[in-house]
């Protein structure tokens, strides 16, 4: 979410743990090209960069992340911004974890799964009427 990639200054120390080793290398092109041209600290292309009043209507938010993946400081920064706007917000850091485990993968043991799975599931029983 960090379009201005600030973490990447000097580059970002969590992609020797996440699996998407080539972050530092292949995230500043994935900007690029997912902002159109457009200045990465655009608020139509950075969520991080809007105002609390233009997100103060968003619907509950579910945040996964993994303690050892790569963007996990996007998230906590997302984290902040829903509670400067007072947007109802849950923030999971599952430590051990690798970039969007949350999705499900072949990496992501049994047990994780199962946790997370119930998580989602009870957050959409609790939000959605």
């Known amino acids: 979410m960090d379009l201005n990639l600030s973490a990447y ?3 970002n120390a969590a ?3 996440d699996y998407f080793v080539m972050a530092n290398e292949n ?3 994935l900007v690029s090209l997912f902002t159109g041209g457009l ?12 105002e609390p ?3 103060k209507e968003l ?5 996964f992340t993994g303690g050892a993946e790569f963007a996990r400081r996007d998230s906590e920064l997302w984290a902040e911004k829903c509670t400067g706007a ?6 999971i850091i599952e430590w051990g974890q690798l970039h969007i485990y949350a999705v499900g993968s072949k990496f992501t043991a049994p047990a994780v799964r199962t946790k997370t ?8 029983k609790d939000h959605v009427k």
Request: glycine fraction near 12%; charge should be negative.
């Open 15 to 17: 992609v020797e743990t």
């Open 9 to 11: 200054q000097g580059g």
């Open 86 to 91: 007072g947007v109802k917000h849950k923030m």
């Open 53 to 55: 009043d233009e997100i």
């Open 117 to 124: 799975d119930d998580l989602i599931i009870g957050w959409i």
């Open 59 to 63: 619907s509950p938010q579910l945040i």
């Open 39 to 50: 200045p990465p600290d655009s608020p139509e292309v950075n969520p991080l960069c809007r």
């Open 27 to 29: 995230v500043p092109g």
